[in-house]
């Protein structure tokens, strides 16, 4: 069976676990997790990040750090993960939910406006595929109605906007080291901080709502309780995995984009069938986190998902909307989301992976070609 996906080892994971663990410090925030957050200064500019349990942690700092109080209204893509609206749902949010465009998976900028009322709060938008949202306009909504900004850049290491990094463009950044996304750590997260003023009560949400870490850097001759916070903090057995992953993102990410152009230029020949591939808008790059086609229907991708099955391909369908779910539904408040539907019913995602070889990877295209020139 070709898997979906499979996580890869770039070389030195155990070994740096062995020299984290063996070194006496395993607990969070140790050496391992500073080499990581400085990486991610130096390659993207991020002025503060923290590293996290999970994608889902960073998420739920920045409802924190944004504020978010019952009642509060948050605008973002029905079709994403849960995890973007639960975060805000522990706070007491409204989830407004907004449809996402014609031409790709993500949030529909030009519907966002409409829904801002006086109890909105914070915009969250997601870099589906690690393709960017058009920042341009949500900043520009953003600030005519002072809202929060937050990037689900969950899938998005890697990955700019007109020349910026996500994640450094909104108010706070979210990313996941999941071991499904390029950069893994089984699981594992982090939250970037992009305005200094955030920046104290960041590092005090992270430690448990303590000032522990003024504590160590000798600010203040002891510490205590003095904020909201939980235990966001990953231990330093993840941040060195991580670590070992950072030292080769340049290998990992060529070789991904090498696997999305392979299937992007041996799948042109569905768009005749009416078969959608991925856009990437001017604006935005491409960092290969996954290669999707998008069927006439829903009937059309199962029998698509089956006939791979058959070939011992596991290609997977992805989310549902999130304002149709058995938890949010009754909660919705009734407009239908006609594309986040129709990327429920007709997206499907092919195997990627760093180890897929091109034997296997032609094996794909090939069974999908054939797929589609069966007499129907
Ligand atoms: C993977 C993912 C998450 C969750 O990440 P975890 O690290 O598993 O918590 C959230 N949002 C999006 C868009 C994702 O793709």
Request: a negative charge.
């Amino acid at each position: 069976m070709i898997p979906f996906n499979k996580p890869y080892l770039s070389g030195k994971e155990l070994h740096y676990i062995s020299d984290g663990v063996l070194s006496g410090k395993i607990s969070g925030n140790g050496k391992y997790t500073q080499l990581c957050q400085a990486f991610f200064k130096e390659k993207f500019g991020f002025k503060q990040s923290l590293l996290t349990s999970s994608c889902t942690d960073a998420l739920e700092m920045a409802a924190l750090l944004a504020n978010v109080q019952p009642g509060d209204e948050v605008i973002m893509p029905s079709y994403t993960f849960v995890s973007t609206a639960n975060a805000f749902v522990l706070r007491g949010a409204k989830i407004v939910f907004c449809d996402s465009r014609k031409d790709h998976p993500g949030m529909d900028e030009e519907s966002i406006e409409e829904l801002i009322t006086t109890k909105t709060k914070a915009i969250v938008c997601v870099h589906y595929a690690g393709v960017a949202c058009d920042m341009d306009k949500i900043l520009a909504i953003a600030k005519k109605h002072k809202l929060f900004v937050v990037e689900d850049a969950a899938q998005a290491i890697d990955s700019y906007y007109k020349g910026r990094p996500l994640g450094r463009i909104g108010d706070f950044g979210a990313f996941s080291f999941h071991e499904t996304k390029n950069i893994i750590s089984g699981e594992g997260g982090m939250l970037t901080v992009n305005h200094p003023e955030f920046a104290k009560r960041a590092e005090i949400i992270w430690e448990k709502g303590t000032n522990r870490s003024a504590f160590w850097r000798g600010e203040v001759d002891k510490y205590g309780w003095v904020d909201v916070g939980s235990s966001f903090l990953p231990s330093e057995v993840v941040a060195a995995f991580l670590y070992a992953q950072l030292e080769n993102m340049e290998t990992i990410q060529s070789q991904r984009k090498a696997i999305w152009k392979n299937y992007w230029d041996g799948l042109q020949p569905l768009k005749e069938k009416g078969v959608q591939l991925p856009f990437i808008p001017e604006y935005a790059t491409n960092n290969a986190h996954m290669f999707y086609l998008v069927c006439n229907n829903l009937e059309e991708r199962t029998a698509l998902i089956e006939h791979l099955k058959q070939q011992q391909i596991n290609a997977v369908f992805h989310y549902l909307s999130l304002h149709k779910s058995p938890y949010y539904h009754t909660k919705h408040d009734g407009r239908g989301l006609p594309q986040s539907d129709r990327y429920e019913d007709c997206l499907v995602r092919l195997p990627f992976y760093y180890e897929l070889n091109e034997t296997n990877q032609n094996l794909i295209i090939n069974s999908i070609t054939d797929f589609y020139e069966r007499p129907v």
